[in-house]
C-alpha cells in the first residue's frame, strides 16, 4: 500500500519510515490517555470511563493506525477517481497532491485520527461522542490550533483560522450522528462560529469559505472509510463530493441565507422517512 501513495521507491522508504515514527508515538499517547483515564483524575474532568470499561489500547492502535494510511491513500484515491471538489475543501484536506498548505492540513489530519482513536480508547461503542468529550476535557483545541499555526495554516485571519480548523474537527466528532444536517449545526455556539454565521440587515448568514470548508470535514469519515475499503470505494467518494457540491449549490442558490439550512434538512428528514416507510404488498 505505501508504494501505492508514493512517488517512486526512495518515497516509499522515507513514508514507512515515518510511519513506524508514528507508530511509537501512538502507542506513547494511549499509554499515557489509558492511565489517565483509570484514574480520579478523568472523573474529575468528567469523562471517567463507562461502569464497565476494559481498555482496548491496541485496537485504539490500530485503528488510528488504518486511518491514517488511509487518509495517506485518500490523495491517490481522489486522482484515480477524478473527482471535483469544491475549491475551499482541497485546502483544509488531503484530497488533491499536497501543495503549500500541505503540512498544516496533515497535522489537522493527525489531530482528527488522535482524537478519534482517543475517544475508541473511551467508549469503544460510542466513539465519536467520546471523542469530543475527551477533546473538551483534556483541552486539545489550543495545543492543536498553536500546532497549526507554527505550520503556517493559511486562511483570511491566520489568528481565527488556527481557531476554526480546530472547531471543524471537533464539530465532525460532536455532530457525527447528523453529519449531513447544516441547520442543526448551528445550534452549537462553536460550530456557528465556524461557519461564520452572522446576521446582516435582519437575516442570518453563513460565510461561503467556513461553510464549504466545515462540509468537507463532515464527510471526512466516509471519506477515510472510502479509501480504506479493498479496493477502494471508488462509488462511495464520488457520492461524497457530489453531496457537497449539492449542498454548497444549495446554499449559494440562496445567497448563504440560514433558513436555506433549515429548508434543506426539513427536506432530508422528509426524504429519509419516504425511504423507511414499509413497501405495500
Same mark, same amino acid.
Given at each position: 500500500m505505501v508504494a501505492c501513495i508514493a512517488d517512486g521507491p526512495v518515497k516509499a522508504? $522515507? !513514508?514507512?519510515?515515518? &510511519?513506524?515514527?508514528?507508530?511509537?508515538?501512538?502507542? =506513547?499517547?494511549?499509554?499515557?490517555?489509558?492511565?489517565?483515564?483509570g484514574s480520579p483524575a478523568a472523573s474529575l474532568a468528567g469523562i471517567a470511563p463507562p461502569e464497565d470499561w476494559t481498555p482496548?489500547?491496541?485496537?485504539?492502535?490500530?485503528?488510528?493506525?488504518?486511518?491514517?494510511?488511509?487518509?495517506l491513500m485518500l490523495p491517490a484515491v481522489c486522482r484515480k477517481l477524478g473527482v471535483k471538489w469544491?475549491? $475551499? !475543501?482541497?485546502?483544509? &484536506?488531503?484530497?488533491?497532491?499536497?501543495?503549500?498548505? =500541505?503540512?498544516?492540513?496533515?497535522i489537522a489530519v493527525l489531530g482528527w485520527c488522535a482524537a478519534e482513536a482517543l475517544g475508541c480508547l473511551l467508549d469503544p461503542r460510542h466513539r465519536d461522542a467520546a471523542a469530543a468529550r475527551v477533546f473538551d476535557a483534556l483541552r486539545l483545541r489550543e495545543p492543536l490550533a498553536e500546532l497549526l499555526a507554527g505550520a503556517g495554516l493559511e486562511g483570511a485571519g491566520l489568528e481565527q483560522e488556527k481557531w476554526r480548523a480546530v472547531a471543524r474537527i471537533r464539530a465532525s466528532f460532536a455532530h457525527s450522528s447528523r453529519s449531513s444536517a447544516p441547520y442543526s449545526w448551528?445550534?452549537?455556539?462553536d460550530?456557528?462560529?465556524?461557519?461564520?454565521?452572522?446576521?446582516?440587515e435582519g437575516?442570518?448568514?453563513?460565510?461561503?469559505?467556513?461553510?464549504?470548508?466545515?462540509?468537507?470535514?463532515m464527510a471526512f469519515r466516509g471519506m477515510l472509510d472510502a479509501a480504506a475499503a479493498q479496493p477502494?470505494?471508488?462509488?462511495?467518494?464520488?457520492?461524497?463530493?457530489?453531496?457537497i457540491h449539492v449542498r454548497?449549490?444549495?446554499?449559494?442558490?440562496?445567497?448563504?441565507?440560514?433558513?436555506?439550512?433549515?429548508?434543506?434538512?426539513?427536506?432530508?428528514?422528509?426524504?429519509?422517512?419516504?425511504?423507511?416507510?414499509?413497501?405495500?404488498?
Open positions: 522508504r $522515507e !513514508l514507512h519510515a515515518l &510511519l513506524q515514527e508514528l507508530d511509537k508515538s501512538v502507542v =506513547s499517547l494511549l499509554e499515557a490517555v489509558q492511565s489517565y483515564l482496548h489500547r491496541r485496537v485504539s492502535q490500530h485503528a488510528l493506525s488504518e486511518r491514517i494510511r488511509a487518509a469544491p475549491s $475551499e !475543501l482541497t485546502s483544509v &484536506l488531503p484530497i488533491e497532491r499536497p501543495g503549500a498548505e =500541505s503540512q498544516a492540513v496533515w448551528i445550534h452549537d455556539p460550530v456557528a462560529w465556524a461557519m461564520g454565521v452572522h446576521q446582516y437575516v442570518t448568514y453563513v460565510v461561503k469559505e467556513h461553510f464549504e470548508r466545515l462540509l468537507g470535514w477502494p470505494d471508488l462509488e462511495r467518494i464520488s457520492t461524497v463530493a457530489e453531496e454548497a449549490a444549495s446554499m449559494e442558490t440562496a445567497g448563504y441565507n440560514v433558513e436555506a439550512l433549515e429548508e434543506s434538512d426539513t427536506l432530508d428528514v422528509l426524504h429519509e422517512s419516504e425511504q423507511k416507510k414499509p413497501e405495500r404488498t
